[in-house]
């Protein structure tokens, strides 16, 4: 009989369990959360700051104020790394794509990019006070994270701005009576967690910001696939750091629109990588 074989991408998962637990980033895992303070500098999140003011102030002039709080959109400025370069550093930060690796070895894609400006009238318009898990779609936990959320923090506040829930990503929705720990970040902060991790955000007393990124395993679908023509040429026109951008936006990942499609993408990838379908003995 002919000897079993497989495709080398299954030794990836091989060991996957034993690496997660001994990984530095295995709190994640464990617990369900990280905290990294000082992740980035004082100047960069003033600057970014200062960014995502200007961006709104669009979106503001375009919408008006009473129907962006009509839609929950007040404070919000959705994949602000189109428009500006400091964006598109953040997007790319070093320490989240270290991370990335780690859980997710077949690849990955951004999910959902956005920032929040609050203060006390509109935050209860904006990021949900409700305890939920980030994943649309996904009311169940899993084992293993299909999904990781960062959050940057851009200034500090007096007061806690988010209650999670640990150890919730493990476990069913309705097991909620864990350790509740309250998250008061300082400026420069990123909070990585499981999107599976029960939270919710809570009340502040004064203006704070904060820029969410989301990367899934490619079977969650994204919020939006920026593949509209008009967005590709918003996307193309700040050419910054683009060739390091556009793998993240998931092309790759949405399926062929027919077999002629599916059969060039074949050739494509065997054309950079030569081993991509090659396999190997499978052991005993």
Do not use: W
Request: proline share 6%; charged share 25%.
């Amino acid at each position: 009989m002919k000897k079993l074989t497989k495709l080398k991408a299954l030794d990836l998962y091989k060991n996957f369990p034993a690496k997660i637990s001994n990984s530095k980033f295995s709190d994640i895992y464990i617990k369900g959360y990280m905290v990294f303070e000082n992740q980035i500098s004082k100047n960069i999140c003033q600057n970014i700051l200062e960014v995502t003011k200007t961006i709104y102030k669009t979106n503001v002039k375009k919408f008006g104020i009473n129907k962006l709080k009509e839609i929950a959109e007040l404070g919000v400025v959705r994949s602000p790394f189109i428009y500006d370069k400091s964006y598109r550093d953040l997007l790319l930060e070093p320490l989240m794509h270290s991370i990335c690796n780690e859980y997710f070895p077949c690849g990955y894609i951004l999910h959902l990019c956005r920032s929040i400006i609050l203060d006390n009238s509109s935050s209860k318009e904006v990021s949900p006070v409700e305890v939920h898990r980030d994943i649309p779609y996904l009311y169940t936990p899993t084992e293993y994270p299909l999904s990781l959320s960062f959050l940057y923090f851009f200034n500090s506040s007096s007061k806690p701005q988010l209650l999670i829930f640990k150890n919730t990503n493990k476990d069913s929705y309705y097991k909620i009576n864990t350790s509740r720990i309250k998250i008061n970040p300082k400026e420069g902060t990123l909070l990585a967690f499981d999107s599976n991790l029960l939270h919710c955000s809570l009340p502040v007393e004064e203006n704070v910001a904060y820029c969410l990124f989301m990367f899934t395993t490619p079977i969650i679908k994204q919020i939006v696939t920026y593949s509209s023509e008009k967005i590709l040429k918003k996307i193309n026109k700040l050419n910054y750091r683009l060739n390091e951008i556009n793998p993240l936006l998931g092309e790759k990942f949405i399926p062929p629109k027919d077999d002629d499609q599916l059969i060039e993408r074949k050739i494509e990838r065997i054309n950079q990588d030569s081993t991509y379908y090659s396999t190997k003995p499978l052991e005993n």
